[in-house]
Nanobody
Framework: VQLVESGGGLVQAGGSLRLSCAAS????????IGWLRQAPGKEREEISC????????VYADSVKGRFTISSDNAKNTVYLQMNSLKPEDTAIYYC??????????RGRGTLVTVST
């Protein structure tokens, strides 16, 4: 399993970023895939997880209405569109995959910093 994230960076509060995750090494259509994040001094949090074949998508309450997950099965890529970013969204964002949920494997992460 290989998950490579990109798209992180520095953005002002209220701004937007789009993260991408290129996945390989497993049948993309058969697994849950999504995003976790870990802020400094906090536990890792699952923020969104989707299964394109089953048609299920979940979001953490902390990002609901602001973040949107999508996937391109032809490219084995999952995206996270993040709008209305807040300083508390500052974290390392990990692409993650799993058979049940999105907790079995994760990538190296990409840093998102939201300034005031």
């Amino acid at each position: 399993v290989q998950l490579v994230e990109s798209g992180g960076g520095l953005v002002q509060a209220g701004g937007s970023l789009r993260l991408s995750c290129a996945a390989s090494g497993f049948p993309f259509d058969d697994y849950h895939i999504g995003w976790l994040r870990q802020a400094p001094g906090k536990e890792r949090e699952e923020i969104s997880c989707t299964h394109s074949t089953i048609g299920s998508t979940v979001y953490a309450d902390s990002v609901k209405g602001r973040f949107t997950i999508s996937s391109d099965n032809a490219k084995n890529t999952v995206y996270l569109q993040m709008n209305s970013l807040k300083p508390e969204d500052t974290a390392i964002y990990y692409c993650a995959v799993g058979w049940v949920g999105c907790q079995d494997y994760r990538g190296r992460g990409t840093l998102v910093t939201v300034s005031t």
